[in-house]
Structure formats: C-alpha cells, structure tokens
C-alpha cells in the first residue's frame, strides 16, 4: 500500500523527525491499514521534493491514522533535511543609548516596560517623565520591589501620585521602599487599609507606624 505524507514546513519536518526518535512517524490517514502491513510511504519536503521510503505500520491509531516505520537511510536523510531547513534565529539588533532614553521619553506602554527591565538603572527615571504614563503605570512601579530607590523617591515628589491611595499603601507595604517615604505615604492611605497595616502585611516600621495612627484616631 502506498501513502504520503506532507512536511511542507521547516517545523512539520522537526516535528516528523522528532516522532522518528519513538520508531516511526505518524501518517494521518482515513483509509483502512492492517497492523504489519507493508507500506510505500512518500514524504514531501519544505524544498517541493520528496523521498520514498518502504516500512510497515507498527501501530494503527483509529481516529489518528497509522505509525509506519522508516528506512534508516531515508530517517538519516530526513535528519540532515531537517538541520538544513530549520530557520535561522531571529537577530535582534541591540537598541542605543539615545533609542532606549528615547523610548523611555516618549516610547509605548511595551517599550517603556522594557526599559524598566533593562539593567542600565539611569534610564529607569526617565520613564516616570513619560507624557504617556498612567497611573496604573504608576502603581505598578510603585508596588515593585525591583525598582531602584530612586524611582520611589521620584513618585513621591509627585503629590499627584503620592496622594493618591492606592499609590501610597502600594509604596507602604513595597519593603524596598525607603523608610521616611513609606511612613509618610500612610498620611494618604484609607482608614480600612490603615488598620489593615497596622495588623501586618508590611515592613516592621511600617506596621507600629500605622498602629500608632488608629491609636491615635
């Protein structure tokens, strides 16, 4: 019986290697195919040619098709194919100093994000001066414990963030956060948050800090 299959793809040809590893590749076929039987087995390649290989059906998978074993001159030919088919890595070319300060400025939410990640910690700051930043791009600085102590310093000289609720508790339970900043975000936090602090889920001094409030309340 004679059956073809297609690796018209770089990956359906690493994918048909692959399945060579487990003994034999899997042939998707609706055509009925006893155990053992002899198969003449075409297989088309990414470059329009084909090879032909002669095997027999290890297993029949109803639904699925049939494993057909494989010559091993065409299973090591079809692994050379693969090796010489297979794209080649994407180069991505490294952004400059001025690009990334310039998606820093000016750059989308994506790209401002990835200059947070970057390890060059100088251009961090300039994302906070972004026309483009949210407050929920604020927030999330603000609740990252990665963030230079700087970032911080510079949310709260901002009133327009640091009074801001959720910013302030974000900023009083960051434990990354320099203390006197931290403290004073509480001025700003809800009463319901506070006593919630002052129960825990923050830096030590931030927690006597906030009991010493409701106490005071």
């Known amino acids: 019986m004679r059956l073809r299959i297609s690796c018209g793809t770089a990956k359906e040809l690493a994918d048909a290697v692959e399945q060579m590893a487990h003994g034999a590749i899997l042939v998707r076929s609706t055509v009925e195919v006893a155990f053992d039987a002899a198969i003449e087995l075409e297989i088309a390649l990414p470059d329009g040619t084909s090879l032909t290989s002669h095997g027999r059906v290890l297993q029949v998978l109803p639904g699925h098709g049939v494993a057909v074993t494989i010559d091993p001159e065409i299973a090591d030919e079809l692994r050379k194919r693969s090796?010489?088919?297979?794209?080649?890595?994407?180069?991505?070319?490294?952004?400059?100093?001025?690009?990334?300060?310039?998606?820093?400025?000016?750059?989308?939410?994506?790209?401002?994000?990835?200059?947070?990640?970057?390890?060059?910690?100088?251009?961090?700051?300039?994302?906070?001066?972004?026309?483009?930043?949210?407050?929920?791009?604020?927030?999330?600085?603000?609740?990252?414990?990665?963030?230079?102590?700087?970032?911080?310093?510079?949310?709260?000289?901002?009133?327009?963030?640091?009074?801001?609720?959720?910013?302030?508790?974000?900023?009083?339970?960051?434990?990354?956060?320099?203390?006197?900043?931290?403290?004073?975000?509480?001025?700003?936090v809800a009463p319901d948050a506070l006593r919630q602090l002052a129960k825990g889920g923050a830096p030590p001094h931030v927690v006597t800090a906030a009991r010493k409030k409701v106490v005071g309340k």
């Not at 490294?94 to 750059?107: V, W, Y």
């Not at 508790?169 to 006197?180: E, H, M, T, W």
């Open 83 to 188: 090796t010489t088919t297979a794209p080649a890595p994407r180069v991505v070319d490294e952004p400059t100093h001025a690009q990334k300060l310039q998606h820093a400025l000016h750059g989308t939410r994506d790209q401002r994000n990835a200059i947070l990640r970057d390890k060059n910690r100088m251009l961090h700051a300039y994302v906070l001066k972004n026309p483009q930043i949210t407050i929920d791009d604020v927030l999330a600085i603000a609740k990252n414990p990665m963030m230079g102590p700087d970032m911080y310093k510079l949310i709260a000289e901002r009133q327009e963030w640091f009074q801001r609720p959720q910013i302030a508790i974000a900023l009083a339970r960051n434990p990354k956060v320099q203390g006197d900043i931290a403290v004073r975000a509480l001025a700003y």
